[in-house]
């Protein structure tokens, strides 16, 4: 929008959305998504959000009268139990992934044969290419599978983080039970498990992202499952942010004492 650069003043519009916070992203246009440049943009304005919410959420609302029962926000045990209810769900989708995973290697595995025995044959690159046409073939629905389950993984990340967010909150306010501060401590500690799985997890995930791109350098049979590939893992890996944001803020719950590990 050129408007907001050169002359806002000029058009009302324009001028109402200067006084708003904005960014100038034109820069990005050519960027990939997969890019440093796109990806930390991204993260910036992630971090911007976080920190509007944050703010909101700490303004004194005003108390209001005459609401239906039907329009309170939940409670700590309704937190609780969506939390309780969706992380399975999630838990079952990483599985998955490390199935999806196997199974996409024993096609690598396969190829990776073939080729020994291609070059053992003396048809050198010839015989090579070869094989990349037939491992696209064999390919194509483990990483359609794969693409699915990192869209499906980080979405339910998403789905469940503001439930974890409130429920640190809630346990940081105090003025809980000893069962109820009990069970939420042995939440947190299910929680932190989960922060050192996937952390160790990561990082063969991006190991495997890696591979991805040195296949997709390799043949441009495979460049587009590839790049595919790696988009799907590139959003479980980003994912572990949001994770790693749970354990912090469980730490800094834990060191003010308003729970015990």
Not at 148 to 162: F, K, M
Request: charged share 30%; net charge negative; glycine share 6%.
């Amino acid at each position: 929008m050129p408007k907001l650069i050169d002359d806002p003043s000029s058009d009302e519009v324009m001028a109402l959305l200067t006084q708003r916070q904005w960014v100038d992203w034109r820069a990005l246009r050519l960027e990939s998504e997969d890019s440093p440049a796109y990806r930390r943009a991204i993260n910036e304005l992630a971090v911007r959000l976080s920190d509007i919410v944050d703010r909101a959420l700490a303004v004194d609302r005003p108390v209001l009268t005459g609401i239906a029962d039907e329009n309170d926000e939940p409670g700590f045990i309704e937190i609780m139990a969506a939390a309780e209810e969706a992380m399975p769900r999630w838990a079952s989708t990483a599985a998955s992934l490390n199935v999806a995973t196997l199974e996409f290697g024993s096609h690598m595995s396969w190829a990776a044969e073939e080729i020994q025995r291609s070059d053992a044959a003396g048809k050198a690159f010839s015989g090579r290419l070869a094989v990349y046409r037939k491992l696209r073939e064999r390919l194509e629905k483990p990483v359609e599978n794969i693409s699915a389950i990192g869209s499906r993984y980080a979405a339910e990340l998403v789905e469940i983080d503001p439930a974890i967010i409130q429920l640190i909150r809630t346990v940081a306010d105090g003025g809980l039970d000893e069962e109820t501060s009990n069970s939420a401590s042995d939440f947190f500690d299910s929680i932190k498990g989960l922060c050192e799985a996937t952390a160790e997890a990561m990082g063969g995930v991006e190991v495997f992202r890696d591979g991805a791109k040195g296949a997709a350098q390799m043949s441009k049979e495979l460049r587009p499952l590839m790049n595919d590939l790696q988009s799907a893992l590139q959003k479980v890996i980003d994912g572990q942010t949001i994770i790693e944001e749970w354990g912090r803020r469980i730490d800094e719950t834990r060191g003010k004492g308003e729970i015990q590990g």
